[in-house]
């Protein structure tokens, strides 16, 4: 099975940067779509930002304040975020699809907190 080890969340104040990784091991062939959801108190897991072989998406509410990058070697996606604001307070998960040797997978990370103090 492939398995996800997240870190880099934390607790910050608004305007503040932190800087979310993701890292995919076991017997992985590729990856395609990698991504960076985010859930917070009583409301649905929403997407934040997605990176596929050809391109990037950004939720309207990230636009301009966070990037996302991969690192293909090594298996890691990355989520820079800047200018944080209190109402990006969530717990943050990445997601990674693609195929291993026991065929097409996608699997989440355990979630990371992401406080951010006004």
């Known amino acids: 099975q492939v398995q996800l080890a997240e870190s880099g969340g934390g607790l910050v104040q608004a305007g503040g940067s932190l800087r979310l990784s993701c890292t995919a091991s076991?017997?992985?062939?590729?990856?395609?779509?990698m991504g960076w959801y985010r859930q917070a108190p009583g409301k649905q897991r929403e997407l934040v930002a997605l990176?596929?072989?050809?391109?990037?998406t950004y939720a309207d509410p990230v636009k301009g304040r966070f990037t996302i990058s991969r690192d293909n070697a090594k298996n890691t996606v990355h989520l820079q975020m800047n200018s944080l604001q209190p109402e990006d307070t969530a717990v943050y998960y990445c997601?990674?699809?693609?195929?291993?040797?026991?065929?097409?997978?996608?699997?989440w990370g355990q979630g990371t907190q992401v406080t951010v103090s006004s």
């Open positions: 076991g017997r992985i062939f590729n990856i395609n779509n």
């Open positions: 990176i596929t072989r050809t391109g990037t």
């Open positions: 997601n990674i699809q693609g195929r291993a040797n026991y065929g097409d997978f996608g699997s």
